[in-house]
């Protein structure tokens, strides 16, 4: 590390992993996300995806889309796959992972849940998928199942969670999502949130507005600072 640079002050920091392939996402992973969203538990992993033009930095603007009115927040494990994952067994799952980073499935819950059906509608807008600021490896970050994760929004507290409260572990989903595609190097996994999104706030739902301002964070992963806009 004391041969590395150090990255000077008003720099960018961009997403932390190169040629991402494929963004698949793993949704109500918390049992008391579920029960806020007002969904059974599910028996087997939910799945979905978000499109790589999502892709943005840890402290870029999130763009709320033209006529969107309930975008949304989600503080996730991110899971960066490290070499190819075809029908693996939930023993040797681990040994695919590059390293972790924390990601925000940011969300327009318009286009997910009134346009038509397909969550990707509302997961993939531009600036939707705010990763980094680093990729720590699992040498580094230990027992992926022990992180506390949380969210702010204008310095108030709305998650507050920890992984050991997935419904699935994490060789659970990888081996899950290797039946049904093959997971490349660069790929990345989102494993859930926990609950306090917008959606479920009592006793009304709260949504992102232009000039608000999320900050979020896993233990061992460091912090996003993110600005609403209007685009």
């Not at 000077?8 to 392939?21: Q, T």
């Not at 029960?35 to 603007?61: C, Q, R």
């Not at 790929?187 to 999104?197: C, E, K, Q, R, S």
Request: charged share 25%; hydrophobic share 35%.
């Amino acid at each position: 590390m004391s041969r590395l640079p150090q990255v000077e002050d008003g720099v960018r920091l961009g997403c932390p992993i190169a040629d991402v392939g494929k963004i698949v996402c793993v949704g109500l992973n918390y049992r008391d996300h579920a029960l806020e969203a007002g969904m059974a538990i599910p028996g087997e992993p939910v799945l979905f995806m978000k499109a790589i033009t999502a892709l943005s930095g840890p402290n870029d603007d999130v763009q709320i889309p033209p006529g969107a009115s309930k975008t949304d927040w989600e503080v996730e494990l991110g899971i960066v796959i490290g070499t190819r994952a075809r029908h693996v067994g939930k023993d040797d799952a681990l040994g695919h992972v590059a390293g972790f980073v924390l990601a925000n499935d940011v969300s327009e819950r318009t286009y997910q849940t009134e346009r038509g059906g397909q969550w990707d509608k509302g997961k993939s807008y531009d600036t939707f998928a705010p990763i980094g600021p680093w990729l720590v490896t699992p040498d580094e970050l230990g027992d992926p199942h022990a992180l506390g994760l949380w969210l702010d929004v204008n310095g108030e507290r709305m998650q507050d969670g920890n992984t050991k409260n997935f419904i699935f572990d994490v060789p659970t989903m990888l081996s899950y999502i290797s039946d049904f595609m093959t997971l490349e190097p660069g790929d990345l996994v989102l494993t859930g949130t926990p609950a306090g999104v917008g959606l479920g706030q009592k006793p009304q739902p709260r949504f992102l507005r232009a000039g608000d301002e999320i900050r979020l964070g896993i233990e061992g992963l460091g912090e996003q600072r993110l600005k609403c806009v209007q685009n």
